[in-house]
């Protein structure tokens, strides 16, 4: 049986970990080749520090969290914090073609169009990769993180009501919230919620988290357990 590879895009780093730890430490242990693409480098992340010096500490930050994850690889878009929107669309969706083309995943991820915080960045990787997601027309699936529990106890603000369609996949992250909490610590510089003994500080975490079926379309159910299930290709 071919591996499952799983890319998620995202915009800055703990955008992997606080939100969706659990689900991208499962597939991992599970034995998914999970890939992550991230747009910048949080270089407005740090209050006080310039860019460059923010850069290279959230580039160590994310690093670490990917090894805490279990993630097989990291790439930079190599876009500013803050300016991903101003980017020229059509060179950044032509980057995750070739990507997505390259990886050759059978599930992708990325934020829906609430953007979860509705961070012009998160909105941008957005409608970015839900493009280059069409134009590279792979046999894949394309999900959304969905508002939850899950995002707003990583994220820390009341999630958009904002919704797309489709169906939704829960994600059963219990026996991950610890992987989750160590990689969520990884990210020092943004001050981490959990901040405890990760231990102790999973049992504060909710044991699910979400993501809607962009592609392909079929319908509105809910249930599915599993970002890779075959039946969610089946048609309504």
């Known amino acids: ?12 780093p703990d ?5 969706m730890g659990g689900t991208l430490a499962k597939y991992a242990a599970e034995g998914a080749r999970v890939t992550l693409v991230c747009a910048t480098r949080g270089e407005a992340g740090i209050p006080g520090l310039s860019a460059a010096d923010t850069a290279q500490i959230r580039t160590r930050e994310l690093q670490a969290a990917a090894a805490a994850l279990g993630l097989a690889d990291v790439r930079f878009l190599g876009y ?38 509705g961070h012009p960045d998160h909105l941008a990787i957005h409608r970015m990769t839900t493009s280059a997601f069409d134009q590279a027309a792979l046999p ?4 959304y993180l969905a508002p939850s529990a899950a995002t707003l ?6 999630p958009s009501q904002e919704l797309a369609g ?27 919620p959990f901040s405890g003994p ?27 357990t599993d970002l890779f299930e075959p039946t969610l290709m089946r048609t309504s």
Not at 153 to 158: E, L
Not at 166 to 192: E, N
């Open 1 to 12: 049986m071919a591996q499952r590879t799983l890319l998620v895009v995202l915009a800055h």
């Open 15 to 19: 955008d992997e970990s606080f939100p």
């Open 80 to 117: 500013l914090d803050g300016q991903l929107a101003a980017a020229d669309a059509d060179t950044v969706v032509g980057q995750l073609v070739n990507i997505l083309r390259a990886v050759g995943p059978q599930t992708v991820i990325t934020f829906g169009p609430d953007g979860i915080s």
């Open 140 to 143: 894949a699936r394309l999900y």
């Open 153 to 158: 106890q990583g994220c820390g603000v009341i």
């Open 166 to 192: 489709g169906s939704v996949a829960a994600i059963d992250v219990a026996d991950h919230l610890v992987t989750k909490v160590r990689a969520i610590q990884c990210h020092a510089s943004q001050d981490p």
């Open 198 to 224: 990760p231990e102790i500080e999973a049992e504060r975490l909710t044991c699910h988290e979400y993501f809607t079926l962009a592609r392909p379309i079929v319908g509105n159910d809910t249930g599915w």
